[in-house]
């Protein structure tokens, strides 16, 4: 049976994208001074991953719509902050460049921590990293390259504005020689008037260094 590799997502506001994009461009300016070479993900596929799904079925696409449906139209819209600049594993060894969120409310990761629960009930299993949100803006073609670390720090506290999220997005990824080109496959709006549920201990925040893609 035909498979599709697949990931859910959340956009942000048109905004903070560009805001994104241009602190992107800057860098991609001080890298190419720097000889760093980096593979720089298009503005248009700018997202924040709440779960990278894999290779699975069309049956199972949509069975994973009509499971998280209810809790995503139960769940409300939130405000998250754009800012800073990172890399993963870390500045040193770095193989992913990302520009970091901040949620206040708590909400981001509450909503993480919900789809990521009925994803195991539906059989998928548990994450074994700590959710770490972001927005991937590059990946390094050559890790430990000199200089990158001190291309990123000159943008490590930028602020790109806020965004309302307001749904949930199963996203196709079709894996090109230049990149991934991303095409939606369903959207659930985010319908909720309060949070109806308990926040979490811990708020989303910008992720560090050391953490992992």
């Known amino acids: 049976m035909k498979t599709i590799r697949t990931f859910l997502a959340l956009n942000l506001d048109l905004a903070a994208v ?15 001074e720097a000889g760093v070479e980096v593979r720089w993900v298009p503005p248009q596929n700018m997202h ?14 949509g069975a994973i719509k009509d499971v998280i449906e209810p809790a995503a139209r139960a769940f409300p819209q939130f405000e998250v902050e754009s800012v800073g ?15 970091g969120l901040r949620c206040e409310s708590g909400e981001l990761e509450r909503l ?17 990293r700590p959710f770490k949100s972001h927005v991937t ?11 990158l670390a001190e291309c990123i720090e000159a943008g490590s506290t930028h602020q790109y ?10 996203y196709r990824s079709d894996l090109q020689p230049k990149g991934a080109d991303y095409h939606s496959l369903w959207r659930l709006p985010l319908l909720g008037r309060g949070s109806g549920g308990s926040r979490p201990s811990s708020r989303a925040e910008v992720p560090r260094n050391e953490a992992k893609e």
């Open 112 to 128: 993480y921590r919900t789809v990521s629960e009925l994803l195991e009930e539906t059989g998928f299993p548990a994450e074994k």
């Open 85 to 99: 600049l990172g890399a993963f594993p870390d500045l040193e060894h770095a193989r992913v460049v990302w520009a």
């Open 18 to 32: 560009r805001a994104i994009a241009e602190a992107q461009l800057q860098l991609r300016d001080r890298c190419s």
């Open 48 to 61: 924040v991953t709440i779960r990278f799904l894999g290779q699975i079925t069309e049956p199972m696409i």
């Open 137 to 147: 803006i590059g990946r390094i073609k050559s890790s430990g390259s000199p200089g």
């Open 161 to 170: 504005g806020s965004s309302t999220i307001r749904d949930l997005i199963c």
